[in-house]
């Protein structure tokens, strides 16, 4: 009996032993380090790089997946995309706006990070000029003997900024070596200018300065900054369909209107330029995510986010000063009529009423002090800058006045008991 139960033992322990792989013998799967993976990264996008112009089938194969996609978002707004091997060759050898190739970007600022938000490996490259960044996700790795070799999976190109790009009456400050037209580090300026405004008061320094020193004092102050947060971060937005309506459309979600809503003009500069919405991707897709991911993974990058605001960003700047002078209270009538076609089409439709309306409400609101718009400095009688109590009083019995008798004219139809 004893030698039984030995023998019974000895070939459980032959059993497990042969169940269990062993160091060195090639039958387990050995995991890539973070290091092995960057090696394979910086292989791939040199590849990548000394390939593009004469990218044929076989060089394609290994350098990327069998489901790669490529997304190309150029500095106006326009995409161009491939999903398959001859259209994503075809897309790479297509110039820059500088008319610059792929080719000749400098890959040496190449950032690699072997774990992101998406799950896969990433690297950056970083481009001044012209001002692009392109962006690798990479297959998952899985180990070196696996099928499933690293390569580059999706390829997002960026570019930053625009030629032939006039400079228009309220743009012109930035045009610094006087051509007429915004170069690259212009736009980037105007750009700055226009996010960051708000932030300054002091001594008028160019036109757009010019433009909100309502007193004509050679100074900006509290009130001016804060009429020109108003003009520039939300009544402008709103008119953005009239001068960029592919832009409105494409990475502003309009819900059919031909202008941005004051609903959503009110949290759109705070909610899209504030540093914590672009600071890194993810998958919770709110309104804003939603336009900027172009690409429709359900995922929004980080690099996605940085381009939509830029490009947001530099058209906003673009943009003319909404055709009112405050300066005339003779004209300012006329100018709210201009003012609050928002769309520009020289007409008021539906929308745009329904939007007017709420903009009166909003001077009746115990919040709204300080005269922001067009609008406000109607009922500003004394012109102090300030809505008092007996102004808005004024605006309630206005509306009374104007449209009570028409309100009793119009018949109901209500349906008989």
């Not at 139960?5 to 059993?15: A, D, E, K, P």
């Not at 499933?148 to 400050?173: C, H, M, P, T, V």
């Amino acid at each position: 009996m004893k030698k039984i139960i030995i023998l019974l033992t000895s070939c459980l322990l032959v059993f497990l032993m042969s169940c269990t792989s062993v160091p060195g013998t090639g039958s387990e799967k050995k995991e890539l380090t973070n290091n092995e993976i960057e090696d394979i990264i910086r292989g791939l996008v040199t590849g990548w790089s000394a390939n593009i112009e004469n990218l044929d089938e076989g060089s394609y194969s290994k350098l990327f997946h069998e489901r790669s996609t490529v997304t190309w978002l150029d500095g106006s707004g326009q995409k161009r995309s491939a999903r398959n091997p001859d259209a994503i060759i075809q897309l790479l050898r297509e110039p820059l706006y500088s008319d610059m190739s792929l080719s000749s970007i400098d890959i040496s600022s190449m950032q690699i990070k072997t774990q992101s938000g998406s799950g896969k490996p990433q690297a950056i490259i970083v481009n001044h000029n012209p001002g692009v960044r392109i962006l690798f996700d990479f297959s998952k790795p899985v180990s070196e003997d696996s099928d499933s070799k690293l390569k580059i999976r999706d390829l997002y190109i960026f570019e930053y900024y625009e030629e032939n790009i006039k400079a228009g009456e309220f743009q012109k400050w930035a045009d610094k070596n006087g051509n007429g037209y915004l170069e690259q580090e212009e736009q980037e300026e105007l750009y700055t200018a226009f996010v960051d405004y708000g932030a300054y008061t002091g001594m008028v320094r160019n036109s757009l300065d010019e433009y909100f020193d309502r007193n004509e004092d050679g100074f900006i102050n509290d009130i001016e900054v804060s009429y020109a947060e108003r003009v520039l971060h939300h009544d402008t937005p709103m008119r953005l369909y009239s001068f960029f309506p592919d832009i409105a459309r494409n990475y502003i979600d309009t819900d059919g209107w031909n202008h941005i809503s004051v609903h959503l003009a009110n949290g759109f500069f705070w909610d899209v330029f504030d540093t914590n919405f672009y600071s890194m991707g993810r998958r919770n897709m709110k309104i804003w995510d939603r336009m900027a991911d172009q690409n429709s993974d359900r995922y929004v990058n980080r690099e996605e986010l940085l381009y939509y605001v830029h490009l947001l960003g530099r058209k906003l700047s673009q943009m003319p000063p909404p055709p009112v002078d405050l300066k005339n209270p003779i004209v300012l009538h006329k100018g709210i009529q201009n003012w609050a076609d928002f769309d520009g089409d020289g007409k008021f439709s539906e929308n745009e009423l329904e939007d007017f309306g709420w903009l009166i409400y909003e001077i009746l609101s115990e919040f709204h002090d300080l005269a922001l718009n067009p609008l406000d400095f109607y009922f500003n009688l004394n012109q102090n800058y300030f809505l008092e109590e007996h102004e808005k009083e004024n605006v309630f019995i206005y509306l009374l006045s104007k449209y009570l008798k028409k309100l009793k004219k119009i018949s109901l139809n209500l349906p008989k008991q």
